[in-house]
């Protein structure tokens, strides 16, 4: 996978402390594996990702029958999952959500509690941008991944930037990798 990592903001200074490039697939299905508490994050450009599976959001619910997964849906995108009959996903503001992960007193969405990490898809740049800059500096403890296309500099883990071809080869080998194929 040839991956730069430049930011996908001009101007933007992440800091001193920048997101480690995902070279391989196994590696981040490595760490969704190890996650005692994930959280996928879904955001409304989820629906224009192509897949294998028709686009983002079905293959979000394939993750979320796996493993220790919980899917947060943003915007008008619980609305997407509950057309296609799953039961799976919460929903929530992205700002809120942002809120929420960062305050170590929220239980999560089924009360069990905080979740160790957080895998962000399907967001507009800057919009992800902002939130993981708060998560980096405000849950410590919180690990965090952007399987976006882009290099996502204040995510703990990022692809580099990626082709379109090369990007859904990668999620594929991902969610393969989940299901133990």
């Known amino acids: 996978m040839a991956a730069k990592t430049i930011p996908g903001q001009t101007a933007e200074i992440a800091g ?4 480690f490039l995902i070279q391989k697939p196994e590696v981040a299905a490595a760490m969704m594996k190890r996650a005692k508490r994930a959280l996928l994050i879904v955001g409304s450009e989820a629906v224009k990702i192509r897949t294998k599976d028709g686009d983002f959001v079905d293959t979000a619910m394939r993750i ?33 959500l942002g809120d929420r992960l960062r305050d170590p007193e929220w239980r999560g969405f089924d009360g ?11 967001f507009p740049y800057y919009m992800e941008w902002l939130v993981l ?7 410590p403890d919180l690990r965090t991944i952007s399987l976006e ?3 996502q500099p204040n995510a703990s883990w990022s692809f580099g930037n990626t ?4 990007w859904e080869e990668v999620i594929e080998k991902i969610v393969s990798i989940l299901e133990g194929k």
Do not use: C, Q, W
């Open 16 to 19: 001193p402390k920048k997101a």
């Open 64 to 96: 979320a029958g796996l493993r220790n997964t919980t899917v947060a849906a943003t915007g008008h995108l619980v609305g997407e999952f509950k057309r296609r009959d799953s039961t799976d996903a919460y929903s929530m503001p992205l700002m809120n």
């Open 112 to 122: 069990e509690g905080p979740y160790d990490l957080a895998i962000f898809v399907g």
């Open 133 to 139: 800059s708060g998560l980096k500096s405000f849950a």
């Open 149 to 151: 296309r882009v290099y």
């Open 163 to 166: 082709t379109k071809d090369e």
